[in-house]
């Protein structure tokens, strides 16, 4: 039976859930207090990004409105950060065509409680 040394066994470090929003390797992460907000389990999203100045709104599939007020719109799948509850949102497509900065970073939102839509400052 291998027995780690003690200097290894306590250099792993638990790493809390985030708060907010934030940018790392070029992922959206929305930590589990936002992702409460909305009410309900989300698995996937409508997002559409606008510029001048440069943000991203974020809404569940279920509203079939943000479709038709954001022609942009497109879908994608948020994908599990950790067993805590935070969501990645890749967007490595947008980045590079839309010349963004890709610097990791805690990310300005505000929450629209009326249209149940996160709006992101990038």
């Not at 409460?36 to 999203?45: G, M, S």
């Not at 709104?57 to 279920?62: D, E, F, H, N, S």
């Amino acid at each position: 039976m291998f027995i780690p040394p003690q200097n290894q066994a306590s250099s792993k470090k638990h790493t809390p859930s985030r708060k907010g929003v934030s940018l790392e390797s070029q992922h959206l992460i929305l930590a589990a207090d936002i992702m409460a907000r909305w009410n309900v389990e989300v698995r996937n999203a409508f997002i559409a990004l606008y510029q001048n100045p440069t943000y991203v709104l974020i809404c569940p599939v279920g509203n079939s409105f943000f479709t038709k007020i954001h022609e942009g719109a497109v879908q994608c799948m948020l994908k599990d950060k950790n067993l805590l509850g935070d969501k990645a949102i890749p967007l490595h497509e947008w980045i590079i065509d839309h010349d963004l900065n890709m610097e990791n970073r805690p990310l300005t939102y505000e929450f629209l409680e009326n249209a149940q839509t996160l709006k992101v400052y990038l």
